[in-house]
């Protein structure tokens, strides 16, 4: 008996029970809705990732001020040992080191007009900009000049611009932060979420000199930047600068270093892996959906089975092989569970669509994902369907004709 | 013995076949129940000839069911063999006889079993796909088929909307779609009111006459017995009795005789077999 007969009647048996199937269907096609969406969300969060890392570059190597000493763990931010000439050491005396751009922060109000917001405001150099890949949509950046002199000049984010002026330009006009009025030289290009969900584009660009004497009147910095001249020396460098702060910083044991130094690739792999063990822990509960229908497949073949005896005694009585049979109850069982992978890869498309549409979620629809859910859902239909199709096949066609 | 040796020497003269068809050798069946051994054909041998047209009778329990089932290939002989059209089947594989089944044999049973919810032409289109015939054949052969019955025009029916007598008819086709050589019919006028059980003998009996085809049947009735050439009567798992039907009656000439069911008696009928596809005991029919 060719495929399409056996296909024709496993087709007609189900439609025969329409409202069986489509439950028996529907544990198929919840597991495999539920996998495709979380899939689709993993793979989004994961782009995301890998977007802000190239954003900052892969080169991107970048030394914090803080402590984990025992005792006095103070974390990140919490010491106030490095400083801009720290930097300097670095770009002297570790040649992988290129370029490198020393970071301040702090909150203050800024105001114009009847105007005012709070964004985070950032203290560096124009390398800053260069090693963030990160242009102005309008204006420009301040100079080395400004910042030797501490000058009151700034570059706004756009959602501080947007907050502050409106639709009116911003550029020449003047803001004040605290009490000390600021230039606005530029507007940086818009940048979005981070990958942790804050917006990158409420913040103000100063000089460093001037954050750190004015506005949040500290001698130290927070952080730098820098950027290595490959990806491989980035790795390579990270010792050097531990070894050269140890130094500047006269540390003996490594356990009291108050900075700590990453580069792009080991934050990368912090974010992926931790956005990995989501999905397979998402991933396993929903191949979990799959299970119990597959088991619901079984179930209701099994009962197929037995309801439909006399008809498996008639379909041998005219020539049927067990064979036959077995192929028929098991093309029945992959029938169903394929039509509830594909309505459910429906389903799951669907699903991650309005979650991306409703809840702003990024999502990536992964052609893989789609291959694996149907080659599953076959193979789900095949592993639960054996049975049934096998109980069938072994009936004998005497009793099973006389069976009432 | 001597009525067995008696019965051995009448089957060898067995008129109305010329060729034969199948031939039995000593053939024993016993079952395995449980503890308890059945020895449900105890040392069958006869022979059918082509054409013929043979009952075979018996209380429940004679072996007629298990010779039934024997012929059918649909179960194999503890001891003994069995030629079927010159091949000794009582040794194939359960692939090998459901070939022969499906080429050799046309079976009708009292049940009718035919798959619900499936057209009457589906239905007898059902051993063309085993045989792996190509879908415009299957169509027309199973045409055909439901013609001879005198069923065409209810091609597209569903079981459930035919008679008794109509859905035994399309079992019928059935049995005949694949051009067999042998009707074996396990008591198919059981379910079916005297009239309808005529009109299904002269089927067969036209079947057999005009197109040759041999038919064997298994009935407790003598008035169906008569409508054949030769009668078989089984007992304890042996034949009892073979023999010849002097005054055969010819359903064609018996159903002018007999009454016809009004139209609403042949409507309920055929609701009662929807409502319950399963048996209809014969105590409530006749």
Redesign the interface.
């Known amino acids: ?2 495929f399409m ?1 056996t296909l024709r009647i496993a087709l ?1 048996a189900l439609a ?1 029970n329409k409202l069986r199937s489509a439950l028996t269907m529907l544990g198929i096609i919840i597991g495999v809705g539920a996998v495709i969406a979380t899939v689709s969300i993993g793979q989004g969060a994961e782009y995301l990732i890998q977007q802000g890392i190239e954003s900052l570059g892969t080169n991107a190597v970048f030394i914090a001020a803080g402590s984990n000493r025992a005792g006095a763990r103070t974390g990140f931010w919490g010491v106030r040992t490095l400083t801009v000439e720290d930097m300097e050491a670095i770009l002297r005396e570790v040649p992988l080191i290129r370029s490198a751009a020393p970071v301040v922060f702090t909150r203050a109000q800024v105001v114009y007009q009847n105007q005012n917001w709070r964004p985070r405001i950032e203290g560096t150099t124009p390398e800053y900009f260069q090693i963030r890949r990160w242009g102005v949509q309008a204006g420009g950046i301040f100079s080395e000049d400004e910042v030797r002199s501490a000058a009151n000049v700034c570059v706004l984010g756009v959602t501080v611009a947007r907050l502050l002026f409106g639709n009116q330009d911003p550029i020449g006009q003047t803001i004040r932060i605290g009490e000390i009025p600021f230039r606005v030289v530029g507007v940086l290009e818009a940048k979005g979420q981070s990958a942790m969900g804050e917006d990158q584009d409420d913040r103000l660009i100063a000089p460093y000199t001037t954050v750190q004497r004015k506005i949040a009147g500290i001698t130290w910095i927070h952080y730098i930047n820098a950027s290595a001249i490959t990806k491989d020396a980035a790795q390579a460098a990270v010792p050097q600068i531990e070894a050269l702060l140890r130094e500047r910083h006269r540390i003996r044991n490594p356990e009291d270093d108050d900075f700590f130094v990453s580069t792009q690739s080991d934050v990368a792999e912090m974010a992926t892996q931790t956005e990995r063990v989501m999905n397979l822990l998402l991933g396993s509960i929903a191949s979990v959906s799959l299970i119990v229908g597959g088991i619901g497949i079984m179930n209701i073949m099994l009962v197929s089975v037995t309801e439909r005896t ?2 498996i ?12 049979v077995r192929r028929q109850f098991l093309v029945e069982a992959v029938t169903m569970s394929m039509a509830g992978g594909v309505i459910g890869i429906i389903s799951g498309l669907v699903g991650s669509w309005a979650i991306a549409k409703f809840l702003g979620w990024p999502t990536l629809i992964s052609a893989t994902a789609i291959v694996i859910a149907t080659v599953v859902a076959a193979g789900i239909g095949i592993l639960f369907g054996i049975y049934p199709a096998w109980k069938a096949a072994q009936l004998d ?2 009793e099973a ?1 006389r069976y ?1 | 013995m001597s009525i067995e040796a008696k019965s051995e020497h009448v089957t060898n003269t067995a008129s109305g076949g010329n060729a034969e068809l199948i031939r039995l050798e000593n053939v024993h069946k016993i079952y395995q129940l449980g503890e308890v051994q059945v020895h449900a054909l105890r040392g069958v041998s006869l022979q059918i000839g082509r054409g013929e047209f043979v009952a075979v009778m018996g209380a429940s329990g004679s072996g007629k069911s298990t010779l039934m089932n024997i012929l059918g290939c649909l179960d194999r002989p503890t001891r003994g063999s069995y030629f079927l059209d010159g091949t000794d089947v009582s040794q194939l594989s359960k692939v090998e006889l459901a070939r022969i089944r499906n080429q050799k044999i046309g079976f009708v049973f009292q049940q009718f079993n035919l798959l619900p919810r499936t057209s009457a032409l589906e239905n007898v289109e059902l051993p063309t796909i085993y045989a792996g015939v190509s879908p415009a054949e299957r169509h027309s052969r199973a045409l055909a088929a439901l013609e001879r019955v005198g069923l065409a025009d209810r091609a597209h029916h569903f079981p459930s909307q035919l008679s008794g007598g109509q859905q035994q008819r399309v079992a019928i086709a059935r049995a005949l779609v694949n051009r067999p050589s042998i009707l074996l019919a396990d008591e198919p006028t059981g379910n079916l009111d005297s009239r309808t059980s005529v009109e299904i003998m002269d089927i067969l009996q036209h079947l057999n006459e005009e197109e040759g085809l041999t038919v064997v049947l298994v009935t407790h009735e003598h008035d169906i017995a008569q409508y054949a050439k030769r009668v078989l009567e089984f007992r304890d798992g042996r034949i009892r009795k073979d023999y010849q039907v002097s005054d055969r009656w010819v359903a064609r000439e018996v159903l002018p005789t007999l009454p016809v069911l009004d139209e609403l008696d042949a409507v309920e009928l055929g609701a009662q077999d929807a409502t319950a596809p399963g048996p209809v005991s014969p105590s409530e029919v006749w």
Request: proline share 4%.
């Open positions: 008996m060719d007969n007609r025969r006399r008809e005694g008639v379909r041998m009585a005219v020539g049927a092989t067990e064979a036959d066609p005497i004709l009432e």
